[in-house]
């Protein structure tokens, strides 16, 4: 991670249109995957993307704002973002699944 990335407070993860997963943790991950890896034409949403992205990186915007012009950005170029799944830690699982027994 570069010293002037800027870490976004939960990362994005999107299916790429070969049906990959990749997470972006960071406004320099995506600033770098906008302007070098973009698989489609740039587009409206990709424009205002790059640019939430540098205005981020120099402290101009919240990361927030770049977050969300990424996520609009890979939406119109048909690379959905992926919700990931709640996570229950196994204690937890293991004492339900006890309680539940008992009854």
Do not use: S
Not at 5 to 26: K, N, S
Not at 52 to 67: E, Y
């Amino acid at each position: 991670m570069p010293l002037n990335d800027v870490p976004w407070t939960r990362p994005v993860t999107i299916r790429l249109q070969c049906g990959l997963e990749r997470t972006f943790i960071g406004v320099y991950d995506a600033l770098d995957f906008l302007e070098n890896e973009w698989p489609l034409r740039h587009g409206e949403r990709h424009d205002r993307a790059v640019k939430a992205c540098q205005r981020a990186l120099n402290g101009i915007v919240p990361a927030v704002i770049a977050r969300e012009a990424f996520m609009a950005a890979c939406l119109e170029a048909g690379m959905p973002a992926v919700m990931a799944a709640w996570k229950t830690k196994p204690e937890t699982q293991a004492v339900r699944t006890a309680r539940m027994a008992a009854v």
